[in-house]
């Protein structure tokens, strides 16, 4: 069966830091592009970081340059996204997804079902 799980969510203070995990089981995340995803009640969801297979390349959202950042473990299938100096504004459901042709700007077919994140006072 075919799964993406993430989890590290919760609530944290402003500059505070998390470190999310998005699990895979059912194939191997190496082949594929890895998404990292938020939506914010009453907005559209938005990409925040993504690792494209095809080129090798890191992408991130200018609102979390220099905060945020993706990484990967091959041997427990596992994609992290660690993020450092949180404002209020990063509050939303996270969700990891993976794309099969390895590309950031694909279709990801396959989602988790996410983790709330919640940065306050």
């Known amino acids: 069966q075919v799964q993406l799980v993430e989890s590290g969510g919760g609530l944290v203070q402003p500059g505070g830091s998390l470190r999310l995990s998005c699990a895979a089981s059912?194939?191997?995340?190496?082949?594929?592009?890895i998404g990292w995803f938020r939506q914010a009640p009453g907005k559209e969801r938005e990409v925040v970081s993504c690792f494209s297979r095809s080129d090798g390349m890191t992408y991130s959202a200018d609102s979390v340059k220099g905060r945020f950042a993706i990484s990967g473990d091959s041997a427990k299938n596992t994609v992290y996204l660690q993020m450092n100096s949180l404002k209020p504004e990063d509050t939303a459901k996270y969700y990891c997804a993976a794309d099969q042709e390895g590309l950031c700007g694909g279709v990801y077919e396959y989602w988790g079902q996410g983790t709330q994140v919640t940065v306050s006072s």
């Open positions: 059912g194939f191997n995340l190496d082949y594929y592009a």
